[in-house]
T-cell receptor, first 115, second 112 residues
């Protein structure tokens, strides 16, 4: 069973703080990892993709990947109330037969940024 | 560019009725996907099309059929709707399988 796990939260941080979201996965050969943001009643929106170990920064967002420990995290600096949403982690996994890989999604972490 | 579009946005069906959800993308993507999202269950893949001319079952295909009409369009059909199919349905597309997926706005379906 290929799994992606996230803490459901809610994670509550004050405005201006750093929010740290974590995701662990079970497939050791996963190659691509994604963070999505989903506002209530809306569709998921891609924030970051990361493919190699280390950090990747985009504005206030930093994705961190550690393949040896099988986790990927998302840091949001200077958190704003508009960042309040559910954050979904997605990881590509392989099926038992062949090279047909697809994304497996975590259930998401709910983030609340308090003014 | 509109990205990924879906119709309709909302639909109410009676048990046993049929309907087709339409999806189109204008990003020249090869791969397209249909998901459903239910509270506490997350996003679950119904069917996907890795490339034009191919379709494959996902995690929860029972009760659904799909058609990849051309590179742009991927439709999802419910032949005989059941209350268990009440959900929010998202279509997504990606350049190739397991790269970044981009989502449509969703269809909120209620089956009574």
């Amino acid at each position: 069973q290929k799994e992606v796990e996230q803490n459901s939260g809610p994670l509550s941080v004050p405005e201006g703080a750093i929010a740290s979201l974590n995701c662990t996965y079970s497939d050791r050969v996963s190659q691509s990892f994604f963070w999505y943001r989903q506002y209530s009643g809306k569709s998921p929106e891609l924030i970051m993709s990361i493919y190699s170990n280390g950090d990747k920064e985009d504005g206030r967002f930093t994705a961190q990947l550690n393949k040896a420990s099988q986790y990927v995290s998302l840091l949001i600096r200077d958190s704003q109330p508009s960042d309040s949403a559910t954050y979904l982690c997605a990881v590509n996994v392989g099926l038992n037969a062949g090279n047909n890989r697809k994304l497996i999604w975590g259930l998401g972490t709910s983030l609340a940024v308090n003014p | 560019n509109a990205g990924v579009t879906q119709t309709p946005k909302f639909q109410v069906l009676k048990t046993g009725q049929s309907m087709t959800l339409q999806c189109a993308q204008d990003m020249n993507h090869n791969s397209m996907y249909w998901y459903r999202q239910d509270p506490g269950m997350g996003l679950r893949l119904i069917y996907y099309s890795a490339s034009e001319g191919t379709t494959d079952k996902g995690e929860v295909p029972n009760g659904y059929n799909v058609s990849r009409l051309n590179k742009r369009e991927f439709s999802l059909r419910l032949e005989s709707a059941a209350p268990s199919q009440t959900s929010v349905y998202f279509c997504a597309s990606s350049e190739v399988p397991v790269r970044e997926q981009y989502f449509g706005p969703g269809t909120r379906l209620t089956v009574t």
